[in-house]
Every structure is written in C-alpha cells, then in structure tokens.
C-alpha cells in the first residue's frame, strides 16, 4: 500500500474503531492484564524517546508526530518546550484537547492532520512514538528525508522489530478479511530503514513488555 492508503487506513482504523480503547488505554482506568503489558511498555518506550532530548527544553520547538491523546506532548511542554502535536484522528486529537493541563495550554498546539505538511514548519526536534509502525521501509525512508530538512536536531521514533513473535502476528494477521482487519504492524530490520533514508540512523532500546515490542531509533538528517 502507498503511503496515502496506509494513512488514510491508519485514520479510518482509530477514529471508527479504536477510540474508546485508545482513550481507556492512555488514561489511569484499569485495563486487561494483556492491555497492561501494553500501557507499561509504552510509558517505559515514551522514557526512553524524552531521554535523548535535552533536560532543559526551553526554547525548542518540537514536533510530537501521532500525538495521539497528548501524554508526550504533555511531559514536553512541561520540560519547557514549545509543543506542536499532530494526529491523523481526530477523534484523539480531541481527547487530548480536553486531556491537556490549564498550565499548559500556552506551550502545546494540537491540530488533525499529516506530520509531513510542510506548513508544521521547523523544529529542533522531533519524536514520534509508534506512529510509523505501519508503514514499509521505503515509505519511512521517505518519510524522515521529506521531514530531514525542517529539522535541525535529532528525531526519536519507533518500529515494530522483525521478531519471530511479530512476524507470526503479522502473518495471522494478513489472513483476516481486509474489512476486518486493523492495521497491520509492518516488522523491520534497522539496516533496511537506514538503507532507505539518506540520514543516519542509530538504535537506542528495544521495549518488550507482554504484547507491546517496540524499537527506539534515532535520525539526523
């Protein structure tokens, strides 16, 4: 699938589909034992990607890509930094609307749309938490040299690492109806997405907790 089909697939999936989880998810409500492995490797994932980024960020403009329902952007801000989360879904953008805290209404912008419009501008940094994952590697290849020239720092995102456990999910998952299905995780190899980008690409962490396993990457342009 083209990178326009994966997204528009990626939006209809969350905002017809996945809110209320995604919602339930990314808040104090208690959740599955399964759904819990999931939240605790994403908290352990979002430490990782805020700790390749300055302490102090008063000053840096940030872009949180698939911001989701704010709790990125959110710890961002409050490190001093001036915050632009973008979300394909609306419906999350809209959570984290009423999610974000009165103090720091000023330092966060939240709007619906494509982390690769260029009207976002420029920024010191940028940190996408597990809003590549469906895409092939040639489409991240493009994604980070379209994004490498807007971008002065360093940007943290995440893949689904090509694990047996993963490429066994992704296997069962592609015998579902395509009605049916959400979008399937694409499982990578580092070396792949670093051939297809003109960047440079470093591996932080790998998180593995219960069904969520995620690796951390950084890229310069």
């Known amino acids: 699938m083209t990178y326009e089909a994966t997204r528009a697939r990626v939006e ?4 017809q589909t996945a809110t ?4 339930r998810l990314t808040s104090d409500a208690p959740v599955s034992g399964i759904r819990a492995t999931v939240r605790a490797g994403r908290n352990r994932m979002r430490t990782v990607l805020t700790s390749q980024l300055p302490d102090d960020l008063r000053g840096a403009r940030i872009l949180d890509a698939g911001c989701g329902t704010g709790a990125l952007a959110f710890e961002l801000a409050s490190r001093g930094a001036d915050v632009v989360g973008v979300d394909i879904s609306p419906q999350l953008i809209d959570i984290a609307e009423k999610r974000t805290p009165p103090d720091l209404s000023g330092s966060v912008k939240l709007s619906a749309g494509d982390m690769l419009d260029p009207a976002l501008g420029h920024f010191d940094h940028i940190v996408a938490m597990d809003s590549l994952i469906y895409y092939t590697a040639d489409d991240i290849g493009r994604i980070l040299d379209a994004i490498g020239p807007r971008l002065s720092g360093n940007m943290t995102f995440t893949v689904a690492p090509r694990t047996p456990l993963l490429m066994a999910m992704w296997r069962v998952g592609k015998l579902f109806p395509r009605s049916d299905r959400s979008p399937i995780m694409v ?4 070396s792949k997405i670093a051939a297809a980008t003109s960047g440079t690409l470093r591996e932080i962490e790998r998180v593995s907790s219960g069904f969520y396993i995620s690796q951390a990457l950084e890229f310069r342009a």
């Not at 499982?187 to 580092?190: I, S």
Request: glycine letters at 0%.
């Open 12 to 15: 209809t999936y969350f905002d």
């Open 187 to 190: 499982p990578h190899q580092t």
């Open 20 to 23: 209320r989880t995604w919602e």
